[in-house]
């Protein structure tokens, strides 16, 4: 449970939103939005899509520890008319669609405890703004999130959701991209994770394979470890053309299958970057034995 007591004094409103009340951070909790910040974007150089740097920059958030939403927004709004809403704690499906299909990013609002920096099994304030919005700057980005909230009340209505979530989870979170550069990252749970910012290009463990939309919707996920697939997308453009279609026959196909593929699972029908040797999964479940 969340020890806040900002957000346990506020009755949340019908969409779940609350306020940031900023001035009531602690000293402490700006502190630790610091710490994070500059280990985190140090990191990321030659790591992470310049798109991800440039919104970064754009909206300034190295300046004065946790951001202030009455300084934000605008600047965001300015961009691509979206803006970031506070919510207590992860809210429900169809309040999380209704947010993006309207622009609007839910982050919470509290921040992670310094001895807490390297993992934290909820998202914070954080990893929501320091890990999503800074591509929101990107206009195609922002198109498809849009996109993705008003994908995400249809698939309410087709028993599509668990299809849905794993496309969320392979690109808005752990997503990676190609580049002339090379592979680079830009999925929220990838730029805001130390550790994970590191393996997901430089560990041979992890599979690598060409984003297929059908394919990422039929493959399982971690929530609590470093992934074993990485589906690598060639442009944002890309994935925003896979996704300008009628989900319904798709959610009918998928409905038909019986299970889903395994994140360890290669296909004949995959194109592979690299093939993992999966190594990190394999010691961690050799290590509970």
Known sequence: MIDDPIIASQTPAEDFTIRQVWDAYTEEEHGVWDTLYERQSEL??????HEFLDGLKKLSLSEGGIPNLDDL????????GWKVVMVPHLVPDDVFFDHLANRRFPAGRFIRKADQLDYLQEPDIFHDIFGHVPLLTQPIFADYMEAYGKGGLRALEYNGLKNLARLYW?????GLIKTP???????????SSFGEAQYSLESPSPHR???????????DYKIDDYQD????IDSFEQLFEATQQDFAPLYDQLSKVS???TPQTILKTDSVLQKGTL????????SKE
């Open 44 to 49: 990321l150089k030659g790591r992470t899509t």
């Open 73 to 80: 927004n605008p600047k965001l709004e300015a961009l691509t």
């Open 170 to 174: 392979y690109t808005v979170e752990f």
């Open 181 to 191: 550069e090379g592979l680079r990252h830009y999925g929220a749970g990838i730029v």
């Open 209 to 219: 394979i060409d984003f297929d939309l059908m394919r990422v919707m039929q493959t």
């Open 229 to 232: 697939v990485y589906f690598v």
């Open 259 to 261: 299970e889903a593929y």
């Open 279 to 286: 190594e990190y999964s394999q010691s961690k479940s050799a």
